[in-house]
T-cell receptor
Framework: SQTIHQWPATLVQPVGSPLSLECTVE??????LYWYRQAAGRGLQLLFY??????ISSEVPQNLSASRPQDRQFILSSKKLLLSDSGFYLC??????????FGPGTRLTVL | GENVEQHPSTLSVQEGDSAVIKCTYS??????FPWYKQELGKRPQLIID?????GEKKDQRIAVTLNKTAKHFSLHITETQPEDSAVYFC??????????FGTGTRLTIIP
């Protein structure tokens, strides 16, 4: 069966520091991968999605970037974090491009 | 693009009663409608979904109905239990494009 991993689970970073969050999927090939952000008590905002290695689509202009160096690996990065980057970051995968399954998430606090 | 509105934002029901959450969508070409349940601090979990060729789908105490003409779909939970307390998100997708989420409904089951 398919599983999705995210790490770290929690992260506290100072403003202006870099960021790297990782997501990996097991048990499937060529998944579609997604990064979402959820601010406290809010809905789900799509940040990036990828349909294949090296293919990244950005949804919201911001100081974040994404990369997909391997088929089942999706990385979210920032060179300099802002206070507004705090939130719950969720990676998701799909095969059929409709049903999406979420990873356990990374809770990021920027101080 | 697609726009999904979800109502109500909060809902409290007595244990054993039914709960109904409604969503409307703007793009008549949308054809996939999932519902997610998110418990506090956890990832969203898919609980039921429906495609546009079906008007209703049921899974034990949970059902979803779809009215394509009116462009709205609803989640019905019967015989509610304390463990049904969570935030519920609806979403809509056109073809193989991105999921657009509603803003969420916080459901509280009163013992």
């Amino acid at each position: 069966s398919q599983t999705i991993h995210q790490w770290p689970a929690t992260l506290v970073q100072p403003v202006g520091s870099p960021l790297s969050l990782e997501c990996t999927v097991e048990g499937t090939s060529n998944p579609n991968l997604y990064w979402y952000r959820q601010a406290a008590g809010r809905g789900l905002q799509l940040l990036f999605y990828s349909v294949g290695i090296g293919q990244i689509s950005s949804e919201v202009p911001q100081n974040l970037s994404a990369s997909r160096p391997q088929d089942r690996q999706f990385i979210l990065s920032s060179k300099k974090l802002l206070l507004s980057d705090s939130g719950f970051y969720l990676c998701a995968w799909s095969v059929s491009r409709d049903t999406q399954y979420f990873g356990p998430g990374t809770r990021l606090t920027v101080l | 693009g697609e726009n999904v509105e979800q109502h109500p934002s909060t809902l409290s029901v007595q244990e054993g009663d039914s709960a109904v959450i409604k969503c409307t969508y703007s793009d008549s070409a949308s054809n996939y409608f999932p519902w997610y349940k998110q418990e506090l601090g956890k990832r969203p979990q898919l609980i039921i979904d429906i495609r546009s060729n079906v008007g209703e789908k049921k899974d034990q105490r949970i059902a979803v109905t779809l009215n394509k003409t009116a462009k709205h779909f609803s989640l019905h939970i019967t015989e509610t239990q304390p463990e049904d307390s969570a935030v519920y998100f609806c979403a809509a997708m056109r073809g193989n494009e991105k999921l657009t989420f509603g803003t969420g409904t916080r459901l509280t089951i009163i013992p």
